[in-house]
């Protein structure tokens, strides 16, 4: 499927849902695709792609970044996740299943295992707002627990936070593995996490 038919489908799946939860990404097409395709490149510059086969996208959405990674690594063993809130939101579904990956349900709680069913290469999640859903307020999400974790099943790890302004709130274990990209706008700028499974065991905490 090319970027046109991809475009062209999700158009038709969105109809006239134009308020529903997923077709902002249709209203506002330029903007997620700028932003789900500098992903592409930030993970290809960071080689985080080099020798991955299998991934793993946490809270999906429309699946705009799953449809480019399939495209960037042909035969991908691709699988994704929402809330059970989403799962079945006609326009996120329908978008989903033009991916034709296993999806399932998961709910990241602070501090508590994913119980992920499998093991990936790499695990992707971009504005996946985990570490502030689950969150009481004031409470900062427990980075260290939920990499441990993630490192139980993959290799690899990539996110862009929600994150945009000064970042005081990461904690100093995860600032080596965090960027911003200086200079860039809106929907590029935020922080990032990229990380290895190899780096995050060799960091050294103070
Ligand atoms: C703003 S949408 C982002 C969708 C897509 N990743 C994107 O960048 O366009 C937020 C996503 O976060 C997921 N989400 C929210 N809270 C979560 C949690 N506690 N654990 C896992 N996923 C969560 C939802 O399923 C939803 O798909």
Redesign the pocket.
Known sequence: MTPEQYKEALTKICGHRKMDVGAK?IRHWDQ?WL??NYCIDLMKERNMLQGVNSIL?????????GYLLKQEIPGLDFEH???D???NEPI?KGACDLLNSKRYS????DSQPMNLPRKYDMLV??????????MPPGVVFNYRYWLDDCFKYVDKVFV?T?YQASGKGFQDYIRPFLFFPHGLGKPRRGWYIIVTKEQWNNRVER
């Open positions: 990404y997620f932003e789900k996208e946490v809270g999906a959405g429309i699946g705009m970044l996740t929402d809330t809130e989403y799962l996120y998961l709910y990241i709680n999640a971009t504005r996946t707002v985990f570490d502030r859903e689950c862009k929600n």
